[in-house]
Structures are given as structure tokens and as C-alpha cells.
């Protein structure tokens, strides 16, 4: 039976030719059918084709070992607007977007709006709606998801 660490361990391999890295990965059991799904990216964005690509060596490196036995389907993509920034380096090609982000702090989390103005670092800087430049590490974000225009 394949495990979410088989598919990670592949695309250590399968990436770098691309310039890409994983973002997150999924396998979904379905009753009758697994769902595998990766989330790649890469520092400049990455394109339909760069899926299209990994998504034929990544199938046929879990054909070739055999590591599915049931009816599967492989979804390869970015990870989209609608999902959280995890790592610091996703974060440069996204200045300007506005982001709403939960805060580590004590004794409870705490939530900013603002624009997207500048990474330095380790330090992210939003604007907010008042124009107060917020500092911010990314070891203290918990969670940093865009806010759509519409």
C-alpha cells in the first residue's frame, strides 16, 4: 500500500530537474478509487506544462514500482490562490497581493490585513488598510491566506 512518504520521497528526486519544490501532498482513499495530489511550485511560479510533466514521471515511477493496487487518480498543480503560503520563499513572488494572516502570540493568536510590501530575510512587511507597516517573522505565522478582490 503507498504511502504519503512514497510519493514525497519521489518527488525529491523528480523536482530539482525542475527547478520546483513540494509544497504538499495528499493521498485521499476512496472507497474505490485513491486520490493521490501534489501541490508544486516553483520560486518564479509554475506553469501548466511543469505540472503536466512531473504529473508523467511521478505516475510512471509509482507504475514502474508497483506502488499502487487499486484504481488511482494523480492530480498534479499549483497550489492556487485559495490555499495558504507554508514556506518563506513563496512568499517573494507574491508582493503587492493582500494577505489576511493568524499570528502566533500570547496568551492567544492574533489576525492582520495588509498588502504584501517587502521580504528581508526572515521579516515579511504588510501594509494595512490604515498604513501602518507591520513587521512580521515568518516563525510567528500560522497561517497566511490571500484575500480575494471579489
Known amino acids: 500500500m503507498i504511502a ?10 523528480i523536482l530539482p530537474e ?4 513540494l509544497v504538499e501532498s495528499q493521498l485521499n482513499r476512496g472507497r474505490h478509487r485513491l486520490t493521490i495530489q501534489v501541490f508544486v511550485d516553483t520560486d518564479a511560479g509554475i506553469q501548466i506544462s511543469q505540472c503536466a510533466d512531473i504529473s508523467r514521471r511521478l505516475g510512471k515511477a509509482i507504475e514502474e514500482r508497483n506502488l499502487v493496487e487499486q484504481p ?20 517573494k513572488k507574491n508582493i503587492g497581493r493582500t494577505y489576511r ?11 492582520i490585513e495588509g498588502t504584501l510590501e517587502s521580504v528581508e530575510g526572515e521579516v515579511l512587511g504588510f501594509r494595512t488598510e490604515n498604513e501602518e507597516l507591520i513587521a512580521v517573522r515568518h516563525a510567528e505565522i500560522i497561517e497566511s491566506k490571500e484575500v480575494l478582490p471579489w
Open 4 to 13: 504519503q512518504t512514497d510519493i514525497e520521497s519521489i518527488l525529491q528526486t
Open 18 to 21: 525542475f527547478d520546483a519544490f
Open 72 to 91: 488511482y487518480e494523480l492530480q498534479v498543480s499549483s497550489p492556487g490562490i485559495d490555499r495558504p503560503l507554508k514556506f518563506l520563499r513563496q512568499y
Open 101 to 111: 494572516v493568524i499570528l502566533r502570540g500570547e496568551p492567544d493568536s492574533r489576525t
